[in-house]
């Protein structure tokens, strides 16, 4: 069989014109020849199997994007297999949204889905001030933990930085905690020799977006398995590290990262003071093993200052709602 007007092969994969079009200017599938005066493409019948595939990939609603990097990806399926489940937690979410709507426009007074989290800031057993800051709500989970003789205020004014996220209705997150970042910069700036880390983590459904700088930590337990999120900004592997990178008086450019979210997932943020003092085997163990956030951070906590309690601890827990 030789080559095939643009609209044989369209029928034959089960695809309109317009769409190969579509797929040829993006690269997904090129025709085997363009006319160069007519500007006819024409399809090699061996192509019907990936236009075929596209054809069904996108029957899943997986955006072009998404096609293109799992067709050119080395392990498509396992691509596949992670974009229907984040459209599965998506879904997930938005059926959670359903119901509390369902539920408020009957009257009836349910609390929106979100977080369910416990926090706790401790002064440790050997230092003299707290300097470190948590706060946990319902969208927004943050630790920072500051230095420097003002690192109290500039702990505080990174997390009053973040705060108003919990509330963030519109735009995206990412761009909403880059713009708390700079703010918390531009607070923290004027301070005298002090400084903070920042960690952030600000939940929507199936969307989990992280902001960080510094040396505190984000964990993810997920099946029984603990997953650190965030990588330290330290130089070396002295202990205790020095910063690479934090909010100071000079710039410093945070991670911005992006996570899926899951039913069943439970998170720690912590300052080094917790980190440094329980090994991750312990962590992991203790937050398998709590029933509660308010348990895990307590025993957390605790844990720490068993052990000597030698900095501030500051710890948060949440799992997401069912």
């Not at 919990?166 to 301070?191: C, N, Q």
């Amino acid at each position: 069989m030789g080559l095939l007007t643009i609209g044989a092969f369209a029928r034959a994969a089960g695809l309109s014109p317009k769409a190969l079009r579509l797929y040829d200017e993006l690269g997904l599938l090129p025709p085997a020849s363009v006319d160069p005066v007519s500007g006819y493409r024409r399809y090699a019948p061996d192509q019907l199997e990936r236009a075929r595939l596209i054809g069904l990939l996108r029957r899943t609603g997986m955006p072009l994007a998404r096609v293109s990097l799992a067709l050119s990806g080395p392990d498509p399926a396992a691509e596949v297999l992670a974009y229907w489940r984040e459209v599965e937690a998506d879904v997930a979410a938005r059926g959670r949204l359903v119901a509390f709507l369902v539920e408020q426009l009957s009257g009836k007074d349910t609390a929106m889905p979100g977080l369910v989290h416990a926090v706790r800031a401790d002064r440790g057993l050997v230092r003299e001030t707290n300097q470190d800051a948590a706060y946990a709500g319902s969208h927004l989970l943050a630790v920072a933990d500051g230095f420097g003789p003002g690192g109290h205020q500039a702990s505080v004014a990174a997390i009053e930085a973040v705060k108003p996220l919990d509330a963030l209705t519109s735009g995206d997150p990412l761009d909403a905690l880059g713009e708390a970042f700079r703010v918390a910069g531009s607070a923290i700036r004027h301070l005298e020799d002090a400084g903070t880390t920042l960690t952030a983590l600000l939940w929507s459904g199936s969307r989990l977006d992280v902001l960080h700088v510094g040396d505190s930590r984000a964990y993810l337990l997920r099946e029984g398995e603990l997953f650190q999120l965030t990588r330290d900004h330290v130089h070396g592997t002295a202990v205790p590290a020095t910063l690479a990178r934090a909010l100071h008086r000079q710039p410093a450019e945070p991670d911005l990262l992006l996570h899926d979210a899951r039913d069943g997932d439970r998170y720690l943020l912590c300052s080094d003071g917790l980190y440094a003092a329980v090994p991750a085997d312990t962590l992991s163990g203790e937050l398998r093993a709590a029933t509660t956030p308010g348990d895990a951070v307590g025993t957390l906590v605790d844990l720490a200052n068993r052990r000597g309690g030698p900095d501030n601890i500051a710890c948060v827990v949440a799992d997401v709602a069912a």
